[in-house]
Structures are given as structure tokens and as C-alpha cells.
């Protein structure tokens, strides 16, 4: 059981925007540790997505924003695209368990 | 352009080790910027980290793993390898080598394809 929870599905119609939400707690996202996001589009490995809880790398569309407030963080997509559907991760530190935690995973479908 | 590439023997039995190479090309693994790292997916399920090592042979675990895990580096032939002792069936994962920062948050911002390895008798 992972300890930053995410939604286990979240669905928009083409052209919409959609939020993934990632809780953690008072040891991980809410001491001041930076979320990362991760893409997977099915049967390929993970993908950097956006880091530092709201940079983009070179080559993601602006159409996917992150945000960190607290003990959450959420990633944001725009203008949904069908190429968008995927399963999404965060991504911090958590100094309970003194070491990286990925969230539970969100699966994205594009009706 | 960085890639990184796991390979290993195949199907493990219960009770016997796992053994993982991750091969670095187009770029040093002698980098004083970067960790290198171990994470796995069972199928249908999550990502889990399982450790991490730094070009020097520093190295740091997964708490729920240590006492099994083991990865080491090979700077001359560019490489680090995964050893995880004693499996079970709940070992039967995708194991993805990757590439993690030393800054930000240290994030893994080059992954390998990934190679599933079944535990089975």
C-alpha cells in the first residue's frame, strides 16, 4: 500500500481538461519534498512527465501542468488528446520510510 | 542520447536469487550527477523503488527490501546489477532500471524498456 493516493481512474471527453490528485502526508509531499509525475502509456516503461512539482522537460506539451500545495500535489492536462490516455504516477521521498514512493497509479481514458 | 537496458537470465525459482544487469550507453555512469536505480511493476499493479546507487558505490534500499536486495556497479564496463535473494511469486515483476538526478527532488528522467521476470517453480 502505497502511502500517496491517487484516484484509480479519471475519464474527460476529448478537448477537456482533467486533474489527477496525489495526497501524501506530514512526511513525504508535506515536508517540503518536490512531486514528480510520471507517464505510462500501456505496455511501455514509465515516462518523466513533469519534475520539481511543476517543470515540464524538454519535449512534454504545455498541455500538462503540476501543482503542489500542502500535502498534495495534482497534475493537470488540457486539451485531452486520445494520445493522452495512459496510467500517471507521482512521485516524492518519504522520510518515514526513508526512501522514494511512487503514488497508486491513475488511469486516464479519453471517452 | 542516453539508454539504459536491462537483461538478465530469465524465469527464477522460488527460493533462488533474481540477478539484473542494466547496461548505460551514451553517457558515463561515472557521473557525479546522477544515482542509478531499480524499480519494479507487478503486473497489473504499481511501481515500487528498490534501490538506488551512486558511481561510487554508495548505495541505499527500499526499507522493505534491504534485508534481500543488493545492487552493485561495474564503472569500467558502464554498468550497475540487481540482486534480490530468497523470491517468492510476489517477485514476478517488470524490473525497470533508470536513471535518477541528485537534485529537484532526485526524479528518474531515463528509463530502460524494462524486462519481466517470473518467479515460478
Known amino acids: 500500500q502505497s502511502v500517496l493516493t491517487q484516484p484509480p481512474s479519471v475519464s474527460g471527453a476529448p478537448g477537456q481538461r482533467v486533474t489527477i490528485s496525489c495526497t501524501g502526508s506530514?512526511?513525504?509531499?508535506?515536508?517540503?519534498?518536490?512531486v514528480h509525475w510520471y507517464q505510462q502509456l500501456p505496455g511501455t516503461a514509465p515516462k518523466l512527465l513533469i519534475y520539481?512539482?511543476?517543470y515540464r522537460p524538454s519535449g512534454v506539451p504545455d498541455r500538462f501542468s503540476g501543482s503542489k500545495s500542502g500535502t498534495s500535489a495534482s497534475l493537470a492536462i488540457t486539451g485531452l488528446q486520445a494520445e493522452d490516455e495512459a496510467d500517471y504516477y507521482c512521485q516524492s521521498y518519504d522520510t518515514s520510510l526513508t526512501g522514494y514512493v511512487f503514488g497508486t497509479g491513475t488511469k486516464v481514458t479519453v471517452l | 542520447q542516453l539508454q539504459l537496458q536491462e537483461s538478465g537470465p530469465g524465469p527464477v525459482k522460488p527460493s533462488e536469487t533474481l540477478s539484473l544487469t542494466c547496461t548505460v550507453s551514451?553517457?558515463?555512469?561515472?557521473?557525479?550527477?546522477?544515482?542509478w536505480g531499480w524499480i519494479r511493476q507487478p503486473p497489473g499493479k504499481g511501481l515500487e523503488w528498490i534501490g538506488s546507487?551512486?558511481?561510487?558505490?554508495?548505495?541505499y534500499y527500499n526499507a522493505s527490501l534491504k534485508s534481500r536486495v543488493s545492487i552493485s556497479v561495474d564503472t569500467s564496463k558502464n554498468k550497475f546489477s540487481l540482486r534480490l535473494s530468497s523470491v517468492t511469486a510476489a517477485d514476478t515483476a517488470v524490473y525497470y532500471c533508470a536513471r535518477q538526478t541528485t537534485w529537484d527532488g532526485r526524479y528518474f528522467d531515463s528509463w530502460g524498456p524494462g524486462t519481466l521476470v517470473t518467479v515460478s517453480s
Open positions: 546507487i551512486y558511481y561510487s558505490g554508495n548505495s
Open positions: 551514451g553517457g558515463s555512469i561515472n557521473s557525479d550527477s546522477h544515482y
Open positions: 520539481g512539482n511543476t
Open positions: 506530514s512526511s513525504n509531499i508535506g515536508a517540503r519534498y518536490d
